[in-house]
């Protein structure tokens, strides 16, 4: 099993950053690919970013490219997505997921989530 436990959550105004963090335990954090993913209300939940095991790699959807870099510290058995130049398109809570297998992962099969952090841009 593996726990995972977002922070950094908050409210802030266009323009702004911020940055989230994940923490995991249980598994062997650098066996897994991790993914952020976020969900406003009425949506489905959406791919964010991820990030692979073994080379780092990071992938990110369109809407994020260019603002948004996650990153991941096996050390710490943490990953994090920072945030910047927030619009309130990105208003949403954020998950935190992790899975041994990439597609799995972007197709939210089987993946181990975290709680969800609320993250809310006004104008």
């Known amino acids: 099993q593996v726990q995972l436990v977002e922070s950094g959550g908050g409210s802030v105004q266009t323009g702004d950053s911020l940055r989230l963090s994940c923490a995991a335990s249980?598994?062997?954090?650098?066996?897994?690919?991790m993914g952020w993913f976020r969900q406003s209300p009425g949506k489905e939940r959406e791919f964010v970013a991820a990030?692979?095991?073994?080379?780092?790699?990071?992938d990110y959807a369109d809407s994020v490219k260019g603002r948004f870099t996650m990153s991941r510290e096996n050390s710490r058995n943490t990953v994090y997505l920072q945030m910047n130049d927030l619009t309130p398109e990105d208003t949403a809570v954020y998950y935190c997921?992790?899975?041994?297998?990439?597609?799995?992962?972007?197709?939210?099969?089987?993946?181990?989530w975290g709680q969800g952090t609320q993250v809310t841009v006004s104008s």
């Open positions: 997921a992790g899975n041994l297998d990439y597609r799995s992962l972007r197709r939210r099969t089987g993946n181990y």
């Open positions: 249980g598994r062997t954090f650098t066996s897994l690919i």
């Open positions: 990030i692979r095991r073994s080379d780092g790699n990071t």
